[in-house]
Nanobody
């Protein structure tokens, strides 16, 4: 069992920045692939970014490429999402997730999820 706790969400104006963190409970954090997803009201949960176990490989949704950066610190059992140039359409609940298997864009490949943190971008 892996417990994940997101933090860093909040209200920001368009063009601003936020940094999300995801702290994991397991000491084997460094062996997991991880990802960020988001869900806006009335919409499905969408892929945002993923990072492989070592941090050496990352993938992004086209909608956030060039604005968001995913990273991890295995010594701290923590993953991050730096979000710059935020837009109102980035407003959503952001979830971090662990994949024991695949390094993937698909939510179905992820085994454990956090409770989410709200990000609201005002225009």
């Amino acid at each position: 069992q892996v417990q994940l706790v997101e933090s860093g969400g909040g209200l920001v104006q368009a063009g601003g920045s936020l940094r999300l963190s995801c702290a994991a409970s397991k000491r084997t954090f460094s062996s997991y692939n991880m990802g960020w997803f988001r869900q806006a009201p009335g919409k499905e949960r969408d892929f945002v970014a993923a990072i492989n176990w070592s941090g050496g490989s990352t993938i992004y949704a086209d909608s956030v490429k060039g604005r968001f950066t995913i990273s991890r610190d295995n010594a701290k059992n923590t993953m991050y999402l730096q979000m710059n140039s935020l837009k109102p359409e980035d407003t959503a609940v952001y979830y971090c997730a662990v994949s024991i298997g695949y390094y993937s864009r698909r939510s179905g490949d992820y085994n454990y999820w956090g409770q989410g943190t709200q990000v609201t971008v005002s225009s």
